[in-house]
């Protein structure tokens, strides 16, 4: 009988090491995006589509920088983490849609709990820019990734397929003779 393996000793590193760097991150950025903030006022909440983008590059260059750089930077990790924590080298069209709608959800999540927070707003640009921050990390880094988990990989199996000399010299599974039923 065959053990079907979802991946030797470098899959469950790789695994491993992906689960603890996306725990961190996201612990990170809850720490960053849900802490309270002592402000004296709070802009309200953006629901328009691109209208803070449109604030930011108006704003100038560096405003433009921050603001849009920081929407992309901040869950674009996620788009790597993601899929080394689930270890599956998998399509690449199927690995970046889901990594691209765990991103969004977690963005999504991220916006509908700020709101509760002291000084925090919801700002449908912030949703936009982190899930286009997952989606282009995933598309640049994911090919590597993916090479390199399926190297592991294949090491992994060719340390499962190892064969003894004597395989070939056994021959063919012995076989019972049929019994007759008595009368």
């Not at 393996?5 to 991150?25: D, E, I, N, S």
């Not at 921050?66 to 924590?85: D, F, H, K, Q, T």
């Not at 970046?96 to 969004?104: I, S």
């Not at 982190?130 to 090919?143: D, I, K």
């Amino acid at each position: 009988m065959q053990r079907q393996h979802r991946g030797g000793p470098a899959a469950h590193r790789v695994r491993t090491a992906g689960l603890v760097l996306l725990c961190g991150h996201l612990l990170f950025v809850g720490w960053l995006t849900l802490r309270p903030l002592s402000v004296p006022w709070v802009s309200p909440a953006n629901l328009r589509p691109f209208a803070s983008v449109h604030a930011d590059l108006a704003a100038g260059p560096q405003a433009a920088l921050e603001g849009i750089g920081g929407g992309l930077a901040l869950l674009a990790p996620l788009g790597v983490l993601l899929p080394m924590a689930v270890g599956r080298v998998t399509s690449r069209l199927g690995s970046w849609a889901r990594t691209v709608l765990a991103g969004a959800m977690i963005s999504l999540g991220i916006e509908l709990v700020q709101p509760a927070v002291p000084g925090q707003v919801a700002n449908v640009d912030a949703l936009l820019l982190n899930t286009t921050g997952v989606a282009l990390a995933h598309l640049l880094c994911y090919p590597a990734l993916r090479a390199r988990l399926r190297t592991a990989h294949r090491k992994d199996l060719a340390r499962v397929r190892v064969r003894r000399p004597d395989d070939e010299n056994r021959g063919a599974t012995p076989r019972t003779t049929g019994v007759g039923i008595a009368p």
